[in-house]
C-alpha cells in the first residue's frame, strides 16, 4: 500500500509456508504442514523459525486477497475494475484472466522499463485495443475483452 513494490513481494514470499519448506533442514526447523499458512513463527532462540497454530481460518483467503489486489493489482469496486499492481521491478510482464459473471477479461500487464507502482503507477490502458480510463466498468455479457495495462 505504501508502493514499494520490491519489499511488498519480499514480504509476500516470506509469509508463504513453502518458503519455509525449501530444504529438508528448513521443513524439520518449521515443523507444521508447508500447504498451510502459520499464524505465527515463533522467535525464541531454541524454537526460532517453528510454525504455530496453523489451519487459522481466514489466513489464506487474506494471503490471497493481499496478492491479487495489492500486488497484482486488480481491484474490483462497485462494478468497476481498477488495475494498480505493485510488482518488483524485474517483473516484465504478467496476465491474469479474470471472470465477471458471463464475461471474461484477458488482462496483460506490461512493464518493459521495470517500473514500482509507487515510482510512476500505471501510465495508460488498453480495452480491446481502444486506450480508456484507468476504470472499467464491468458488464457480464458473455463477452471477451482483451485489457492491456502499460506502467
Not at 513453502?18 to 525464541?44: C, L, M
Not at 496453523?54 to 462494478?79: H, P, Q, R
Not at 476504470?135 to 485489457?147: A, E, M, P, T, V
Amino acid at each position: 500500500m505504501l508502493g514499494f513494490g520490491d519489499k511488498a513481494f519480499e514480504l509476500y514470499r516470506m509469509i508463504n509456508p513453502i518458503e519455509h519448506s525449501r530444504t529438508k533442514e528448513a521443513s524439520q526447523k518449521y515443523k507444521v504442514e508447508p500447504y498451510v499458512i502459520a499464524a505465527d513463527i515463533y522467535g525464541a532462540s531454541n524454537l526460532a523459525g517453528r510454525g504455530g497454530w496453523t489451519w487459522y481460518t481466514g489466513a489464506a483467503s487474506w494471503y490471497y486477497k493481499a496478492g491479487i489486489e495489492n500486488l497484482l493489482g486488480l481491484k474490483v469496486k462497485n462494478g468497476c475494475l481498477k488495475l494498480e499492481p505493485c510488482i518488483p521491478k524485474e517483473w516484465k510482464e504478467y496476465q491474469i484472466k479474470y471472470r465477471y459473471n458471463d464475461s471474461s477479461y484477458n488482462i496483460t500487464i506490461k512493464n518493459p522499463d521495470g517500473k514500482n507502482c509507487f515510482e510512476t503507477g500505471v501510465s495508460k490502458v488498453f480495452l480491446n485495443g481502444n486506450e480508456v480510463e484507468n476504470l472499467i466498468k464491468l458488464d457480464g455479457s458473455r463477452n471477451s475483452y482483451q485489457i492491456e495495462v502499460q506502467l
